[in-house]
């Protein structure tokens, strides 16, 4: 199968002086497929354990990402029940490399400051093992809806989800992150192949040419000057973009390196594939020193549309001027807790510790341990969102479903994905307990009004309720039947 978009004249022109030799190999990859990536969610599953399971043809992307795979596009993973049961992410593969180097510990704080849809997120909470905190913000409201949607499916629980711009933040919290991730707004060359144009940092598409490409420049030197004053000493910041033009990748970092010498590259791990970047692209009076410690991920070279990488180390070895405050906040009474009590005795297991709870206008969170005052923000997701309060009775939230594990809740109805009853159950309809044939459930607390899991293959997918002979179904309205694909 061969591919239809073509790129502009123009920066074909652009990259054919840039590549020289290089170039026919280049060109010949937008005739091409795009590349489909898939990325397992680990953590609730190892990637051995799905490739076992899963019903698509998976080929390991590269030593780069133990977790990624290539997928035919005609599997159709987004409309299958292992997605929606937050599964797997689907990112392109080049996509893929940007967390995996930015490298964050498990109990670290971690801001990725543009993170809309959320495929870098979800991987930066992966890697985290869902510890520390996890500080995942983008400016538009609408990008950051979809970014929390897509952190709820992945199950994260230490993650703050912020609507607000750079300076905002950095107001905030000041330098107290150890890795602070730009996947800057940028030009979107690397969307060629796959889009056939570029998109605005809001994802509508925009026609390219050279005056957008400095303007995305001008606009990714003020983000990254903002970026550096939320990474603490020995913290690093990690640049990254989806385009190939050199104003915005060797020339931004250098730009950058030039007004902030308490930064400096360093040489990250070499995978296969891995080129890197070009200092003598850079704009004529930037120094160029180091700048070939970048990466650049190119789709002749590489199984991916392409993306350019930085790791910056903050050497400054002072203290910051000021730290951030922990979260100040009144916990629930005892009174407004009893329906979550009563919910919580009658279908989960283990310790769900009050003293984190944040009951507000109604809606109960589980904050993070390391919670951090957020002053004036616009938050979207605090933590883990437990449910809705309401006179007489606790209503759980499909956020909580998809962040149990097996253990931690009480009764669950087990299906397996190419059941008739989870196509019903995706769709919205409510399942007659005469199908429940699970060896998971219990049909003493059935035939009760008790809340209980639905599961896919003995992974979380849903709540429903048992009541008047049936399993009620409590899927998301605005969830059901929809089979929307992952995205960058």
Request: charged share 25%; aromatic share 8%.
């Amino acid at each position: 199968m061969t591919n239809d978009n073509k790129p502009p004249s123009e920066f074909l022109a652009k990259m054919k002086r840039l590549l020289g030799a290089e170039y026919d190999n280049f060109a010949a990859t937008f005739a091409q497929p795009s590349q489909v990536g898939l990325r397992v969610n680990t953590l609730k599953i190892t990637p051995g354990d799905f490739n076992t399971m899963s019903p698509f043809a998976l080929k390991p992307v590269g030593d780069y990402a133990p977790a990624g795979f290539l997928l035919d596009d005609a599997s159709k993973p987004g409309g299958h029940p292992y997605h929606a049961a937050g599964l797997y992410y689907l990112q392109e593969p080049s996509a893929m490399a940007v967390a995996q180097l930015a490298d964050p510990q498990p109990g670290e704080w971690v801001l990725d400051i543009a993170a809309a849809p959320g495929g870098k997120s979800t991987h930066l909470a992966a890697l985290m093992q869902d510890t520390g905190l996890l500080v995942a913000n983008d400016m538009d409201a609408k990008r950051a809806s979809i970014l929390a949607e897509n952190m709820e499916r992945w199950g994260t629980r230490h993650a703050l989800i912020t609507n607000a711009h750079p300076e905002q933040l950095a107001a905030q919290f000041g330098p107290v992150f150890d890795r602070v991730l730009v996947d800057a707004p940028c030009s979107g060359e690397g969307m060629f192949r796959r889009l056939g144009s570029a998109k605005d940092a809001k994802g509508a598409k925009v026609a390219w040419n050279q005056e957008q490409v400095v303007a995305c420049a001008r606009r990714q030197t003020a983000v990254l000057h903002t970026a550096a004053t939320l990474v603490k000493p020995g913290g690093r910041l990690v640049y990254a973009t989806c385009t190939f033009a050199p104003e915005e990748n060797e020339s931004s970092i250098a730009r950058f390196l030039l007004t902030h010498p308490d930064f400096e590259l360093i040489e990250p791990p070499r995978f296969a594939g891995f080129d890197r970047g070009r200092p003598s692209w850079a704009d004529d009076g930037l120094p160029r020193e180091g700048l070939e410690k970048c990466i650049r991920l190119w789709p002749h070279r590489f199984p991916g549309e392409g993306h350019f990488i930085a790791v910056m180390q903050h050497v400054d070895t002072k203290k910051p001027d000021r730290f951030a405050k922990p979260v100040r906040f009144q916990p629930p009474k005892s009174s407004e807790l009893k329906v979550w009590r009563e919910f919580a005795r009658a279908t989960l297991r283990g310790e769900w510790p009050e003293e984190r709870m944040l009951l507000k206008n109604g809606r109960l969170y589980l904050l993070p341990p390391d919670a951090i005052e957020t002053g004036r923000l616009k938050l979207v997701r605090y933590g883990l969102l437990l449910g809705e309060v309401r006179p007489g009775y606790f209503k759980p939230a499909h956020a909580l479903a998809l962040a149990l594990k097996a253990e931690e809740v009480v009764t669950a109805v087990n299906f397996p994905a190419d059941a008739p009853e989870i196509a019903a159950y995706l769709s919205g309809h409510p399942l007659p307990m005469s199908d429940v044939r699970s060896p998971m459930s219990d049909y003493r607390l059935l035939i009760t009004d008790n809340w209980l899991l639905i599961t896919v293959d003995g992974l979380p997918l849903g709540w429903a309720k048992a009541s008047g002979g049936q399993l009620k179904n409590h899927y998301p309205r605005g969830l059901r039947i929809v089979k929307a694909e992952g995205r960058l």
